[in-house]
């Protein structure tokens, strides 16, 4: 093999390869409720949780929120519980590298999640209008 037949070839693998692989998603939850408050998923066996302090946000990995997984959220004060939905790709921030699509939330005082636009930084003061099943309201 010639190495220009060699370089068409590789170039080939890696550009099936690239095209290949599946986009990772990300899930960055932001605390807008004033007090530390502790968010559980729970699905079957699975169960995580992640504490998330007051104006701050922790990063979840798609992979580790289960499909039809129950959302939890506890302070002192209150606890609320969600069924969170799907997200439509145009509310996403697309990373090259690595790639994933980023998902903004916002969960308020008020006991509602909101969904961020992806160029917003937190806290969103106002609402960008929210993809369907959005804002999430409490189950209690």
């Known amino acids: 093999m010639n190495l220009k037949s060699f370089q068409i070839t590789l170039l ?19 605390n807008n409720t004033g007090v530390e408050i502790t968010l559980t998923l729970n699905k079957g066996d699975y169960s995580a949780s ?3 302090k007051p104006a701050s946000s922790i990063t979840i990995d798609y992979w580790d929120l289960p499909n039809g997984a129950k959302a939890t959220v506890k302070s002192n004060n209150f606890s609320w519980e969600f069924l969170p939905e799907y997200v439509s790709h145009s509310f996403a921030k697309r990373s090259m590298i690595p790639s994933y699509n980023l998902f903004k939330l916002q969960i308020d005082l008020s006991g509602t999640v909101y969904v961020v636009a992806p160029e917003s930084d ?18 209690n």
């Open 122 to 139: 937190f806290p969103a003061q106002q609402h960008v209008e929210q993809p369907e099943f959005y804002p999430l309201q409490t189950h």
């Open 12 to 30: 080939f693998f890696i550009t099936l390869f690239l095209v290949a692989c599946s986009v990772a998603s990300k899930f960055e939850i932001y």
């Open 50 to 52: 992640y504490n998330i």
